[in-house]
């Protein structure tokens, strides 16, 4: 079988293609035979490394897998061969407390395929009974292999750590990546009055087809003094903030008394500098969040079953192309997802 392996972290030129042999599933596992991984910036993060930070190399990169099941492993029954899944990313031992309380992203093993273990840029993998779902009817291989990441770490920022509630308003940054699309998306779900901003005028006007009510354009305008005429002064009740260094300050200057703010990342530094007073003067609440629980995903399900939730995707690219596809994502040239097509 083809699989797609960072041995060293480089450029997207460093990715390699490799024949492997077909994995076997062991006890509740899987063999799932891949149709279509999305990718995430997490991706090339594998491949770049992260200072201070050490994976698992080689690695077989990719954590958004849809596909279809190939053979079950001794004790796997829920579902048969060719059923189409959709695989959850999260790993964990299933046994701790965390685990058993439900929330298994808290778990001291917690992992990820494509960034602790070998991801789905390959054509078989094996996943553990507990990751494996039906895929919903109505979305195609490729559409489903937009969900995991983005959307379970959205809902779990919106839903359960921010716990945003109908007419509340939320400001998004970012227009563009897949967890802002989704964010986006799942608040107009809930009911929410939504500002989003980008420096790019084209995502903007992508962002408004969305959902979004109101876009801002930080080129043209602070994004502060935007959401203090936006909403006469008040603030908005929630911000969505995974950029970090260059905007936290000034999202947490932009809540109103009582406000939210939630983040699942720091993509242009981490280093912050807070004025404290904000932050007890007004009651806010600063929450930090990584992907989602087991039942966050079963919930994500269940709005695209019920089509509550839809995707945005890009572009379909083959296995073949995946240096490519790395490089248009740390381009910024993308709005939702790519998708690599392994059909
Ligand atoms: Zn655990």
Known sequence: MRAAIIKQHGPPESISFEDRPTPT?????????????????????????????KFPLPMVPGSDITGV???????ARRFKAGDRVIVDPG???????????????LCASWGLLGETTDG????????????????????????????????VTAWQMLVGKARVRPGETILVHGAGSGVTVASILIAKMHGLQIFVTSTSEEKLQRARLLG?????????EPFRDAVKNLTGKQGVDVVVDHVGEPTFMDSIRALKRGGRLVSCGATAGAELKIDWKHVFFKNLALLGSTYGS???FHEVLRAFES??????LDSTVKLAELGRAH????????FGKIVVSLA
């Not at 099941?69 to 004790?75: Q, R, Y």
């Not at 490089?327 to 993308?334: G, N, S």
């Open 69 to 75: 099941i190939e053979k079950a492993g001794p004790g």
């Open 307 to 312: 089509n509550r939730l839809s995707v945005v």
């Open 327 to 334: 490089a248009a994502l740390e381009e910024r040239k993308v």
């Open 120 to 151: 789905g840029c390959q054509d078989y993998l094996c996943v553990k009974e507990s990751q494996v779902h039906l895929l919903p009817q109505q979305l195609t291989f490729e559409q489903g292999a937009c969900i995991p990441i983005n959307y």
């Open 212 to 220: 979004a009510h109101r876009v801002i354009n930080t080129s043209k």
């Open 25 to 53: 599933p062991a006890e509740n596992q899987y063999l799932v035979r891949v149709k279509a991984c999305g990718l995430n910036h997490l991706d090339t993060w594998v491949r770049r490394g992260v200072p201070g930070h």
């Open 91 to 105: 790993l964990s031992c299933d046994l701790c407390a965390m685990c058993q309380s439900g929330q298994h992203q």
């Open 294 to 296: 087991r039942g966050d």
